[in-house]
């Protein structure tokens, strides 16, 4: 169990449903790793080279115009490693996505969904704001 991922991932699911029943929650939920928005789902894709917000937009944009989603990107973050990123699709978008993705050649680019988000390049937005400077 410890070595098959897949087998991994379906037993945290079933522990999860149980948690959610035990606690009186009759429907899961998912939300954004990123912004906590729910019915949204982070999703992660891992390039051979580092990417740039264009390229998360343009590759989703791209599968989405062959595949059975919406491809409307939400939040979108570059990772410390920064030849992956995550981003926000609406949830049944996110998993068509992953699906489709892996169902193609895709070769050096691979889509997932997030579990866990990883370190994230600090973005500096610029200086702050001045002091008052006023006249009297």
């Known amino acids: 169990l410890a070595t098959d991922p897949t087998a991994l991932k379906q037993v945290e699911e079933l522990v999860a449903r149980c948690l959610a029943l035990s606690t009186g929650k009759t429907e899961l939920r998912s939300w954004s790793l990123l912004t906590g928005e729910t019915g949204v ?18 590759a989703v944009n791209k599968l989405a115009k062959h595949g059975d989603f919406d491809g409307r990107v939400g939040k979108i973050q570059i ?11 609406p949830t049944a978008d996110a998993f068509k996505l992953v699906k ?3 169902g193609q050649n895709l070769k050096q ?6 579990a866990e988000l990883p370190a994230m390049q600090f973005v500096d937005r610029g200086g702050g704001g001045g002091g008052y400077r006023g006249g009297g």
């Open 79 to 89: 990772c410390q490693d920064a030849t992956s990123a995550v981003f926000d699709l």
């Open 109 to 114: 680019f691979a889509f997932e969904v997030t």
């Open 41 to 58: 789902t982070t999703v992660t894709i891992t390039a051979p080279r580092s990417l740039r917000h264009s390229d998360v937009v343009f």
């Open 100 to 102: 489709f993705a892996n």
